[in-house]
């Protein structure tokens, strides 16, 4: 892999205009990932889903230079219809558009950091192998006071064009004072065979609100990794929901940086998987300062020999006294090859504070079955509302009342 | 005079601090064959079991000290220990209590464990284990009318080598984790204790282990096998001299229940745990592991944690046998500079299986505690249920309390439930209790006690009454 990893690289900054120094520090992270690789379980973070292993037997070599010198064609009917929205496109991990048609022009502002790469703080490799690879990296300000009026979609397709192929992306985006966003991610493959790797930050000011929906519906062959970092001012609120379906293996980190009194962070997640699938949510909210607040809900049903993995951390730092901190995880497990691995943890270094979580797995409940039946529904139909209303639960938690119906119909999820 | 002044108040905060002054014979210091030849010699142990003993001393060398708990501590100088010491007087076994050191049954009374059986009118059987040695049992006699075994594990190397060969490493295997090999090798001595076929122990058993002293490590082995339909409570307790250095305790216990046996084992766990400054104190790394081998048996745990600098262990069940249950009730209290990282795990491999899990985590001071636990359900263990509770209580900023539970359910039959909280002992709680005449001190106590009602009743009688005083103790100072 190490040739590969070089050879790749040396390609890839051939064609971007970057400073000797910039160059310099991609070197050395490119140097940081192939002396430690991908990820493997002898990580404590990445016990339950041996990466290394999984990108062995699903993808094989892996090829990490992408030539993106010639635009791909936006094929529009992955748009989402009925519901009027702000674009980016990603096609093959080339941005292809971005479009803020529905917004004040002078109130947002998209600035190009290819050339100013900042490190990403993650300690694990795959941060190392983004700021290697990334070539456009782009910073999305909203500004002042300016709540966006529609939502921002962004459309990450694949097409057949590519395979086997590793694709790093970057974005950064900065809400100022009193600004919101909703963002809404799409996950939409054609493609087989291919690794994304994916990392976001957001920097919340003070009253800022983000919204960021992770959909991840459609069937497909790749891998992907997704880290999200949100650091949190002053009475911010982050509100996290994903949904965890379609890919072959995904993998979820957000990590939640309290920083400011009143800031709270909302992370809401479904796994429903089933074929062999893999997938994990990991989340750590670390609790920094006082009065901040953290609430979590995880609901899985797997099906068929799926597996689902949340490891959720609530670090509470000894300043941050009076944080409320909530954690749940519940998965139901239909078939007897599908497994559900957990590991919530509490790091608490404050006394006066309200913490707890609670994780439950298990099989869909007789009784209830039984219940339904007696009222005349056959056992398929039964165990179909049971599943719907286990589920319905967390999607009522989305805070957004047009991006909830659009994922009710998108997963059919009925009230 | 300052100095004993100071002494005298350092013994009023940990009762057991006291060291006996008497002859000890030592292995020379250091690890190596030499020195396991040495033990082995010592007992007078047969082929097989030096031969044990090198096959795990060979493991060890290979092997790495972990280092991924919570508590760090600073690394141990395995070449600077004495592995073996006992007292001179032990070196011909004394027949009986009467030819017993009056200097140990001294230590042993002033420890409130007065091995001349007509002084125990409660009727338990006593182990009595100083450093590396064990010094006397109690109440052998009576013992052996029901066929029951409990005696030194030295003793019954020799004695019933077919019982020892046939069990010995078998749930604690020589190619485990570091310190479970490193007692492997060097392990010196410990109970062993047999319950035959359909027999229910009349009596509570108990070891007490007890270090004396420096610069030694204590490494006990305690094997207990349940046969068929029998019964048996034990329990253990412990202490050392307060000293300056860092002493390490690494013991293996290893449990097997056959078919319908029970056994019930109880800790209160007091080792000296070091000055308020942190100093000194005992490393408490223990390995403690039962099998349910056989269907229906139950194996239960109830540990008190209140000593030692550092704890670091988690008694452990295999739920092999169908129907099998395993139970974990847990107190851990940490205070100073202690720390603590204690848990469980249960691994359900039968039918049918069921465990619980009761951990109280109180922190106070600078202390730090953690708990880590293990629950995993394997595809084959149909219908298995597990249920865990873990609470924490804080006293005051400068501590911390951590869960790391890890939970793997492979079984879609089998359900597992999980949760914990963390909290503090609230205002209007304090308030109440003060208002009705409690001064602080004891307001906190009982809150604490109601706190961990849940474990305390898990434990024998005699044991819960000085359980209960422990955490008492152990708090004490921490309020206001």
Same mark, same amino acid.
């Given at each position: 892999m190490k040739e590969q990893l070089q050879k790749d690289f040396d390609n890839s900054i051939k064609n971007l205009s970057l400073s000797q120094k910039d160059i310099?520090?991609?070197?050395?992270?490119?140097?940081?990932?192939?002396?430690?690789?991908?990820?493997?379980?002898?990580?404590?973070?990445?016990?339950?889903?041996?990466?290394?292993?999984?990108?062995?037997?699903?993808?094989?070599?892996?090829? =990490? !230079? /992408?030539?993106?010198?010639?635009? #791909?064609?936006?094929?529009?009917?992955?748009? &989402? @219809?009925?519901? %009027?929205?702000?674009?980016?496109?990603?096609?093959?991990?080339?941005?292809?558009?971005?479009?803020?048609?529905?917004?004040?022009?002078?109130?947002?502002?998209?600035?190009?950091?290819?050339?100013?790469?900042?490190?990403?703080?993650?300690?694990?490799?795959?941060?190392?192998?983004?700021?290697?690879?990334?070539?456009?990296?782009?910073?999305?300000?909203?500004?002042?006071?300016?709540?966006l009026v529609k939502p921002l979609i962004i459309y990450h397709t694949t097409n057949t064009k590519i395979w086997s192929k590793n694709i790093n992306l970057r974005l950064n985006f900065e809400l100022d004072k009193d600004?919101?966003?909703?963002?809404?991610?799409?996950?939409?493959?054609?493609?087989?065979?291919?690794?994304?790797?994916? =990392? !976001? /930050?957001?920097?919340?000011?003070? #009253?800022?609100?983000?919204?960021?929906?992770? &959909? @991840?519906?459609? %069937?497909?062959?790749?891998?992907?990794?997704?880290?999200?970092?949100?650091?949190?001012?002053?009475?911010?609120?982050?509100?996290?929901?994903?949904?965890?379906?379609?890919?072959?293996?995904?993998?979820?980190?957000?990590?939640?940086?309290?920083?400011?009194?009143?800031?709270?962070?909302f992370v809401n997640g479904i796994f429903s998987l089933n074929n062999h699938k893999h997938h994990e949510i990991r989340s750590i909210i670390n609790h920094l300062t006082e009065n901040t607040k953290s609430y979590q809900l995880i609901k899985s049903v797997l099906d068929e020999s799926s597996k689902a993995v949340y490891q959720g951390k609530i670090f509470v730092n000894s300043d941050a006294q009076k944080t409320d901190g909530y954690q749940l995880s519940k998965a139901i497990l239909l078939n007897k090859e599908a497994e559900f691995n957990a590991k919530p943890e509490l790091e608490i270094y404050a006394d006066d504070v309200k913490c707890s979580h609670g994780s439950a797995s298990g099989s869909l409940n007789e009784d209830s079955i039984f219940y339904l039946m007696s009222r005349g529904l056959s056992y398929q139909q039964s165990r179909e509302l049971l599943i719907n209303g286990f589920l319905l639960d967390v999607v009522e938690k989305i805070t957004d009342s047009e991006i909830k119906n659009l994922i009710k119909n998108m997963i059919g999820i009925k009230e | 005079m300052d100095n004993r002044q100071k002494e005298i108040n350092n013994?009023?905060?940990?009762?057991?601090?006291?060291?006996?002054?008497?002859?000890?014979?030592?292995?020379?210091?250091?690890?190596?064959?030499?020195?396991?030849?040495?033990?082995?010699?010592?007992?007078?142990?047969?082929?097989?079991?030096?031969?044990?003993?090198?096959?795990?001393?060979?493991?060890?060398?290979?092997?790495?000290?972990?280092?991924?708990?919570?508590?760090?501590?600073?690394?141990?100088?395995?070449?600077?220990?004495?592995y073996y010491s006992a007292p001179k007087s032990m070196k011909d076994k004394p027949k009986s209590l009467d030819e017993l050191d009056p200097k140990l049954l001294e230590t042993y009374k002033k420890l409130g464990i007065p091995l001349q059986e007509q002084a125990r009118l409660n009727g338990i059987a006593v182990d009595a284990v100083f450093d590396s040695v064990s010094v006397a049992t109690t109440f052998k006699d009576e013992l052996t009318k029901?066929?029951?075994?409990?005696?030194?594990?030295?003793?019954?190397?020799?004695?019933?080598?077919?019982?020892?060969?046939?069990?010995?490493?078998?749930?604690?295997?020589?190619?485990?984790?570091?310190?479970?090999?490193?007692?492997?090798?060097?392990?010196?001595?410990?109970?062993?204790?047999?319950?035959?076929?359909?027999?229910r122990c009349p009596m509570e058993l108990s070891t007490y282990f007890r270090i004396n002293a420096s610069n030694t490590g204590q490494f006990e082995r305690t094997l207990i096998i349940a046969d068929k339909r029998s019964y048996v409570s034990y329990l253990e307790g412990c202490t050392a001299p307060m000293r300056d250095e860092n002493q390490l305790h690494a013991a293996n216990v290893e449990l097997i229940a056959l078919d319908d046996a029970e056994i019930k084992y109880s800790t209160v766990q007091n080792w000296y745990p070091g000055d308020k400054d942190g100093k000194g104190g005992i490393y408490n790394?223990?390995?403690?592991?039962?099998?349910?081998?056989?269907?229906?048996?139950?194996?239960?745990?109830?540990?008190?944690?209140?000593?030692?600098?550092?704890?670091?262990?988690?008694?452990?069940?295999?739920?092999?046998?169908?129907?099998?249950?395993?139970?974990?009730?847990?107190?851990?209290?940490?205070?100073?500079?202690?720390?603590?990282?204690?848990?469980?795990?249960?691994?359900?491999?039968?039918?049918?299986?069921?465990?619980?899990?009761?951990?109280?985590?109180?922190?106070?001071?600078?202390?730090?505690?953690?708990?880590r636990g293990l629950v995993d359900i394997s595809s084959k263990a149909k219908n298995s249920t597990n249920y865990t509770q873990c609470d924490s209580l804080l006293m005051g900023n400068?501590?911390?309390?951590?869960?790391?539970?890890?939970?793997?359910?492979?079984n879609s039959e089998s359900n597992i439930a999980h949760e914990a909280t963390t909290s503090k002992i609230s205002e209007e709680q304090l308030h109440y209790c003060q208002q009705r005449g409690l001064n602080p001190e004891e307001a906190v106590g009982l809150i604490v006690n109601g706190f961990c009602k849940e474990v305390l009743q898990q434990l024998p009688m005699e044991f819960a009454v000085e359980a209960q005083k422990l955490v008492g103790i152990s708090l004490e100072g921490s309020v206001g």
């Open positions: 310099e520090i991609k070197k050395f992270c490119l140097e940081n990932f192939i002396d430690k690789g991908f990820p493997n379980r002898k990580e404590e973070d990445w016990k339950f889903s041996d990466l290394n292993q999984i990108i062995k037997n699903n993808i094989g070599e892996l090829s =990490f !230079y /992408n030539d993106q010198t010639s635009t #791909n064609k936006v094929d529009t009917s992955v748009f &989402v @219809d009925g519901l %009027e929205h702000n674009k980016i496109v990603f096609i093959n991990g080339r941005i292809e558009k971005i479009d803020f048609e529905y917004e004040k022009k002078d109130q947002i502002e998209i600035i190009d950091q290819s050339e100013t790469i900042n490190e990403f703080k993650n300690s694990n490799s795959l941060s190392d192998l983004n700021n290697a690879f990334t070539n456009k990296c782009f910073k999305i300000l909203v500004k002042k006071g300016y709540q600004s919101s966003l909703r963002l809404v991610d799409l996950f939409n493959d054609t493609s087989e065979k291919n690794f994304l790797n994916i =990392f !976001y /930050n957001f920097e919340l000011k003070e #009253n800022a609100i983000l919204k960021n929906y992770k &959909v @991840d519906k459609f %069937e497909n062959k790749n891998i992907k990794y997704s880290f999200n970092n949100i650091d949190q001012d002053k009475n911010s609120v982050s509100e996290t929901f994903i949904l965890s379906s379609g890919s072959n293996f995904s993998k979820n980190e957000i990590n939640c940086n309290l920083n400011g009194v009143y800031a709270s962070a | 013994l009023k905060d940990y009762k057991y601090g006291f060291s006996t002054n008497i002859e000890n014979i030592q292995a020379p210091k250091g690890l190596n064959e030499d020195v396991i030849k040495f033990i082995s010699n010592i007992k007078k142990e047969p082929e097989w079991m030096l031969e044990f003993r090198l096959k795990a001393f060979e493991r060890f060398k290979v092997l790495k000290e972990p280092d991924w708990q919570k508590p760090k501590f600073p690394k141990i100088d395995y070449q600077d220990l004495y029901q066929g029951i075994i409990f005696c030194p594990i030295s003793e019954a190397i020799q004695n019933h080598p077919e019982l020892v060969k046939k069990y010995l490493g078998s749930v604690i295997p020589t190619s485990d984790h570091f310190f479970a090999t490193l007692n492997s090798a060097v392990f010196t001595d410990g109970s062993f204790v047999y319950i035959p076929e359909g027999v790394f223990v390995t403690k592991r039962g099998l349910c081998k056989g269907k229906n048996s139950k194996i239960s745990w109830t540990q008190v944690e209140t000593g030692s600098a550092i704890t670091w262990k988690y008694p452990s069940c295999i739920l092999k046998g169908d129907n099998s249950i395993g139970e974990f009730y847990s107190i851990a209290i940490t205070n100073n500079h202690q720390k603590a990282d204690t848990g469980t795990k249960m691994i359900h491999l039968g039918k049918n299986t069921k465990s619980k899990i009761i951990s109280k985590g109180i922190s106070a001071g600078s202390s730090d505690m953690t708990y400068k501590c911390g309390a951590h869960t790391v539970p890890y939970i793997k359910n492979k």
